[in-house]
């Protein structure tokens, strides 16, 4: 892939005549390490730009750019992402409360289910006189594991 260096350029001079005009332009153009691009591309031009009447010329240090292949084309930049509107953030927040809901039903169900489960034995009646008898073993254990 050659080395392409995009400038942007801005309006130097304009004359106007009866039929057009002449618009010069200048793009900067700073070496890295004195490493000449392949390719340079001036991006920003208008639409309306007659081809055949594009001009190039270097300033400067010459011995460094030569231009020697000049093509017009059309370039359509990439659109960056755009952040959701208002609306659509909005349904996504709802969308991701409702997920939240229905997690949260789902295990409210799943404990409820698991409650019925457990046999809970009536307390044994206690007797005059006695020690009151134990409680059953089995179902405490269940409801405290349960929680």
């Known amino acids: 892939m ?4 995009q400038l942007a ?6 004359k106007v005549y009866a039929a057009g005009a002449t618009v010069s332009r ?8 004195g490493e000449t691009p392949e390719q340079i591309e001036i991006s920003g031009l208008p639409l309306a ?17 030569i231009p020697t292949d000049i093509r017009i084309s059309l370039a359509v930049p990439s659109h960056p992402e755009l952040p959701n509107s208002p609306a659509e953030e909005q349904l996504h927040q709802a969308k991701a409360e409702v997920r939240r809901i229905q997690e949260t039903i789902a295990l409210i169900d799943n404990e409820i ?30 409801i405290a594991n349960f929680q």
């Open 2 to 5: 050659p080395n392409i260096i």
């Open 26 to 33: 200048i793009a900067d153009l700073h070496l890295e390490n």
């Open 113 to 142: 289910s698991v409650l019925k489960q457990l046999h809970v034995p009536n307390q044994p009646k206690a007797e005059p006189g006695k020690a009151p008898p134990p409680s059953p073993l089995a179902a405490r254990l269940a």
């Open 49 to 65: 730009l007659d081809d055949s009447s594009v001009r190039v010329q270097v300033a400067g240090n010459a011995n460094l750019v």
């Open 9 to 14: 350029s801005k309006i130097d001079k304009v």
